[in-house]
Structure formats: C-alpha cells, structure tokens
C-alpha cells in the first residue's frame, strides 16, 4: 500500500547544480501537488496538476519547474539550484480536487540541502 | 493568501483542552486539518465544507463558520499522541485544485 512515493529522501546540492525530484501515486489520483516546508512558513505550493496533461504554479513558483509525465507520475525539477531552495519538499495527490472534499494525501518528503 | 492561525504554540498535560483557531480574509469553501509529526508526513485529520458543519474524529472535533471564513480545531482531553505541528488548508472555491496552508500551530502534551 504505497500511497505516494517521492524520491530522493535526502539530496545535497551545489549551489548551480540541477536535480529532479520524483514522485508517484499508486491511487489514481488526478490531482497532484508539490509543495514546500520552511520554518513557521507552513507549506507553500509551488505547482499543482489538476490532470494528466495540465500544470499550473502555486504560490512559490520560481526557479522550479515541473513535469505531469502521466497520471501517476508529476516530477519537480530545480534548474539551477540556490541555497533559498533548501526545503522540506512534499508530494501530495487528491482523487478529483482538494477543494471539493478529497483527501489530499502526502509523500513522506524530500530533505534538499543547497550549499 | 495563507490563512492565518493562532495560536503559534500552545503547551497541555494529558486530560486537558486546547482550542486552534484559523481565519482567512476571503470567502472560504473548504477547511482541511492535518497533523504533522516531527520529520513526517502530513496526516489528515477532517474536513469541513461549507454549510457549518462540526466533525469529529476520536477527542478532536472541528467546526467552520463561513460568515466569518473561520474554523476552529478543538482538543479534548489530550493525549500524549496529540503532540504536533497542526495545520489548516484552505479552499476559496468548490473548483479550486490547491490549497493554501496556514503557518502551523505547535502542541505539546506533557504527561
């Protein structure tokens, strides 16, 4: 019973460097997130897929980027990463949208350290 | 916009009550509450569509007033598995994908 699946747990980065985070649901799910943690910020969408084929920015958009590569798989990716990137970062999916009703369920995160 | 909660942190023994409020400046279709353990996921507690239900999940009940585009988590009788960072989501629309999220409210029962 995986739920969401986000990888990897733990990353380091060089300040420049690009990454992927990856993430799956197992649920069929039509609705996925990415969201951040920081520190008494609470979570910060930084992009949302109501579908397979659609993609739209949250509140934090900036210098991520992200791919719905089906309906189970929605990837976020860091082009040039930057030590304002360092974040808990969670995956989440809800069946057909979070407002109306549906659980959104979240991966067990993602540690990135940008140095 | 995020809403905002209050308060930040609250610290309870076991047995006693503890109330978490979260207010947004707009209209409100849907509040959900989670709970979140240190170093995990986010956990789902409830949810509150409009309309002023209360519900009620183990001692932990919620209720939403939409007039006031607030809602209010209330903690009965604490348990030691009560502690966490408790946060509230946030949905302007019945046809709005994403939820904004509030800051967090720390608790911490102590036996």
Known sequence: NAGVTQTPKFQVLKTGQSMTLQCAQDMNHNSMYWYRQDPGMGLRLIYYSASEGTTDKGEVPNGYNVSRLNKREFSLRLESAAPSQTSVYFCASTGVGASSGNTIYFGEGSWLTVV | ?111
């Open chain 2, 1 to 111: 916009q995020q809403p905002v909660q209050s308060p930040q942190a609250v610290i309870l023994r076991e047995g006693e009550d503890a109330v978490i409020n979260c207010s947004s400046s707009k209209a409100l279709y849907s509040v959900h509450w989670y709970r979140q353990k240190h170093g995990e996921a986010p956990v789902f507690l409830m949810i509150l569509l409009k309309g002023g239900e209360q519900k009620g999940h183990e001692k932990i009940s919620a209720s939403f007033n939409e007039k006031k585009q607030q809602s209010s988590l209330y903690l009965t009788a604490s348990q030691l598995s009560y502690s966490g960072t408790y946060f509230c989501g946030t949905a302007p629309r019945s046809n709005d994908y994403k939820l904004s999220f509030g800051a967090g409210t720390t608790v911490t029962v102590r036996a």
